[in-house]
């Protein structure tokens, strides 16, 4: 009985399948033929997480770029830290992974650009025509793959990249569903595990009603939270904060929520 209740379970779509990471890189590829490119070179995190299906740990919280996927018909490397290294090869559908190191050197990141300037030239591309995200990355950034590869004709790719991520694959739907699922289920469960005190003044606080969404879009699968946002009675006039004040009966409460689930992001917004 035990099994047989086991298979009737729902199966929840943790990751996209081998099918639709063929699909998305072919859609690169294609890109790239199109735009008369010799390689892509992703690097916003959102366009990495695209290309490589590595999801990263706070990446777009960085000033600077910190990895890199290079890709081709031939290449497909990832560059990064070296204390993601093996987050890389444990996720990635991708050839090979170098490390750098970039303690001291976070502001820059000279490190990272001397990387793929050497990628490039072991491949004979140090004057190829390469696509980039560059109206994504900081321009200082930029400046330093200029230096490294003067030669290289630069293409900001950002526009034509965007176009292409909007038509998803049936598994790119279903975590896009599954991640508003989650979402919204955090913001009901945050409010059943109130246990009774919600009105009450002394024991319950706007913040602590975040801190349980925040706490739940994790406990039902949820691979990050993004900005979250509890205001209550007049400071419902503000697009985002947090209220300070316990939770006061009759005020209403707006609850804002963003989480991603595998890199694809949902937003949550509901008014008790």
């Known amino acids: 009985m035990k099994n047989i209740i086991r298979n ?11 099918e639709d990471r063929i699909e998305i890189k072919n859609k690169i590829i294609k ?3 199109d735009l008369g490119l010799d390689l892509m070179i992703m690097m916003k995190p959102k366009n990495f997480v695209y290309s490589s299906g ?36 444990d996720q990635g559908n991708i050839n090979e992974v170098k ?18 300037a050497e990628t490039l030239k072991k491949a004979s591309l140090s004057k190829a025509k390469i696509g980039l995200d560059i109206s994504e990355i900081p321009v200082n950034f930029f400046n330093l793959l200029c230096k490294e590869l003067p030669e290289v004709r630069w293409i900001d ?6 176009k292409i991520k909007m038509i998803k694959t049936q598994g790119e739907i279903a ?23 919600v009105g009450d003044l002394l024991s319950y606080s ?18 990050g939270c993004g900005a979250l946002s509890v205001l209550q009675g007049n400071d419902l006039r503000y697009f985002f904060g947090n209220s300070g004040d316990t939770v006061i009966v009759g005020n209403p409460i707006r609850i804002e929520s963003t989480a991603h689930n595998y890199g694809y992001w949902t937003q949550n917004c509901s008014t008790l």
């Open 54 to 89: 590595i999801i990263l740990p706070y990446a777009e919280r960085y000033i600077v770029p910190k990895t890199a996927h290079i890709l081709n018909n031939e290449i497909s490397c990832v560059i990064c830290p070296f204390e993601w290294q093996q987050v890389c090869e």
């Open 99 to 116: 490390v750098y190191s970039s303690y001291g050197n976070e502001l820059k990141n000279e490190e990272l650009a001397r990387q793929i």
């Open 206 to 223: 706007i913040w602590e009603l975040a801190e349980r969404v925040r706490v739940h879009i994790g406990e039902f699968g949820g691979s």
């Open 8 to 18: 009737n379970l729902p199966k929840r779509t943790i990751k996209l399948s081998t």
């Open 175 to 197: 975590l896009i569903e599954e991640a508003a699922r989650l979402n919204d289920r955090a913001t009901v469960a945050a409010l059943n595990h109130s246990e009774g005190c």
């Open 157 to 162: 790719n950002s526009i034509e990249l965007e």
């Open 31 to 33: 890109l790239i033929a």
